[in-house]
């Protein structure tokens, strides 16, 4: 049973280009929440999609905007990036809203 | 408010027990989690707890919750280098499962 996958593993973009990061989540789950790791801190929440809608959304601006289809895998996008947005994006997949299991991250570097 | 506090760092010897302490502030948080982060990888659960248990043990793995201090601590027996990572705590909190994460402690264990 494959885990949460996302891709792309690392990825190089330069300030005010838009970015998409994609995640597939665990068998039998349903629900996708996004986070922001800046180096060294604990990660940040994005927001949670749950039946391809935007559930809930933390403090982060309308630059970071996502979606979920119809098989629950999902996208994040963000447009405009700025020198800040570097961090590693996780994806965590549940079933509702039970325990998230997380993928392994995409490193994003903005010069 | 929402908040998790933990120590940054903690060094212990090989076959010593270590001891991972954190704070919360959220007091309907339904569940309390631990996850570990190697370097360069995504977070990987190594246990949870429910709001209205004292204790969880799980392996060399101990959880105990103080919910009137809203304390928890991790306990791993015998530990080994290769527990050598960064543990985070997280609080579940509203109907989403949203988490809230701690800044991590590093755990160092020396041969």
């Known amino acids: 049973d494959a885990g949460v996958t996302q891709s792309p593993t690392h990825l190089i973009k330069t300030r005010g280009q838009q970015v998409t990061l994609r995640c597939s989540p665990k068998s039998g789950h349903d629900t996708v929440s996004w986070y922001q790791q800046a180096l060294g801190q604990g990660p940040q929440f994005i927001f949670q999609?749950?039946?391809?809608?935007?559930?809930q959304r933390g403090n982060f601006p309308d630059r970071f905007s996502g979606h979920q289809f119809p098989n629950y895998s999902s996208e994040l996008n963000v447009n405009a990036l700025l020198l800040g947005d570097s961090a590693l994006y996780l994806c965590?997949?549940?079933?509702?809203?039970?325990?998230?299991?997380f993928g392994p991250g995409t490193r994003l570097t903005v010069l | 408010g929402e908040d998790v506090e933990q120590s940054l760092f903690l060094s212990v010897r090989e076959g010593d027990s270590s001891v991972i302490n954190c704070t919360y502030t959220?007091?309907?948080?339904?569940?309390l989690y631990w996850y570990k982060q190697e370097p360069g990888a995504g977070l990987q659960l190594l246990t949870y707890i429910f709001s209205n248990m004292d204790m969880k043990q799980d392996q060399r793995l101990t959880v105990l919750l103080n919910k009137k201090d809203k304390h928890l601590s991790l306990r791993i027996a015998d530990t080994q280098t290769g527990d050598s990572a960064i543990y985070f705590c997280?609080?579940?909190?509203?109907?989403?499962?949203?988490?809230?994460f701690g800044q991590g402690t590093t755990l160092q264990v020396k041969p």
């Open positions: 965590a997949s549940s079933f509702t809203a039970d325990t998230q299991y």
């Open positions: 997280a609080e579940s909190t509203g109907n989403t499962g949203k988490l809230i």
């Open positions: 959220d007091s309907s948080s339904t569940y």
């Open positions: 999609y749950y039946e391809e809608e935007e559930r």
